[in-house]
Nanobody, 123 residues
């Protein structure tokens, strides 16, 4: 069973940085493609970034390209999301999940959702 715990959220001023961590349980983490999503109040859950299990290929939503970086450390069963140049519109609860389906960008293709971590960017 997949269990994921997100860490590292908080309050930051616009232009600041945060690093989120997602710690996974399970001996086969290195074979999982992992994704980060976010959900702002009143909005649908939105794909942010993903990293593949093999080549480590990365994928980003256009709105975070050049500002966010997803990475992983298989030895620590952890995936990271480094967020720089944060904007108020980045405010949301951030979730990590494991891709179990075909589509990289759709929440329905993921499982093992954690509780999420709140990121608040003040203007």
């Amino acid at each position: 069973q997949v269990r994921l715990v997100e860490l590292g959220g908080g309050l930051v001023q616009a232009g600041g940085s945060l690093r989120l961590s997602c710690v996974a349980s399970g001996p086969t983490f290195s074979t999982w493609t992992m994704g980060w999503f976010r959900q702002a109040p009143g909005k649908e859950r939105e794909f942010v970034a993903a990293i593949s299990w093999g080549s480590g290929s990365t994928y980003y939503v256009d709105s975070v390209k050049g500002r966010f970086t997803i990475s992983r450390d298989n030895a620590k069963n952890t995936v990271y999301l480094q967020m720089n140049s944060l904007k108020p519109e980045d405010t949301a609860v951030y979730y990590c999940a494991r891709r179990s389906g075909v589509s990289t960008g759709l929440p329905v293709a993921y499982d093992g959702w954690g509780q999420g971590t709140q990121v608040t960017v003040s203007s």
